[in-house]
């Protein structure tokens, strides 16, 4: 299939396809009312217990540009929403406010790894890079020694110990990372094109360089990881891809740390869509 058709394809279709952990839709009855502000507020406060920085991210055997990561995945978690985005404001399964994450209902699985702490080329204040297939990511990767994170390594470093819907917590928050901005229409055939992709990429650009906002940052301290641009990862399953993607962009989309879109295979560049590398840690 050509790039212009792969592009077609998803601009038109797949945009959306995805897998995602189970959510409680009891919420979903009427989206647009939301909770009474009192019930929001408290819900809201309980969060400064969750949200804890874990000290011993920044030491360990990694190099300096990763944060180590160690602690248990979770395989099956139900995230209850407390209140969605209305329909009107546009984007997708967009919740405001999550319930406190509960119980795994699967085993855990203990996890070790490093990860970049910002997007490729994993250094602040840089423009993260898109437009790269999941192989050629992989490719770069291992050209310094890392490679592609599993889905359930980025998961475990995006939400932290206490399994957070968001790297920052469990309100929704533009200000915290950049997401939730109106998009503009694709020209699928000037994206296409290598004479005038370099162009269309740059009208469509609405990213921001690497730790521009310090609060876009997860709990063992990795930046960007919901919003920004979308990453690749390995698809863990192998179905109906090894690749897949994590984390939303800058658009409406639901910019959440357990989300996975599964529709893309390994050979799809789109102007969104970059990558940051995972590695063992040397012990």
Sequence with gaps: MTRARILSAFVAAAAWAVV?????TEARADPASGLERASD????????SMDVVET???TGPCPADMVEVSGSYCPDLAQRCLRWLRPDQGGVERCALFAPSGRCKKPTVKKHFCIDRYEWPNQEGQRPAVMKTWTEAQDTCRAVGRRLCGDSEWTLACEGKHRLPYP????????ACNIDRSLPQVNEKALADPRTSAAEVARLWQ?????????????YGVFDMTGNVDEWVVNESGKPYKSASKGGYWGPVRARCRPMTTAHG????????????CADPKL
């Design 56 to 58: 011993d991210a920044w």
């Design 168 to 175: 920052y917590g469990r309100r929704r928050s533009a200000k």
């Design 20 to 24: 995602a952990a189970p959510l409680d």
């Design 266 to 277: 390994e050979t799809f560049p789109f102007y969104q869509t970059g990558f940051r590398c």
């Design 41 to 48: 507020a408290a819900a809201i406060e309980s969060d400064a």
């Design 207 to 219: 990213g921001e360089v690497s730790g521009a906002r310090p609060e876009c940052k997860s709990p």
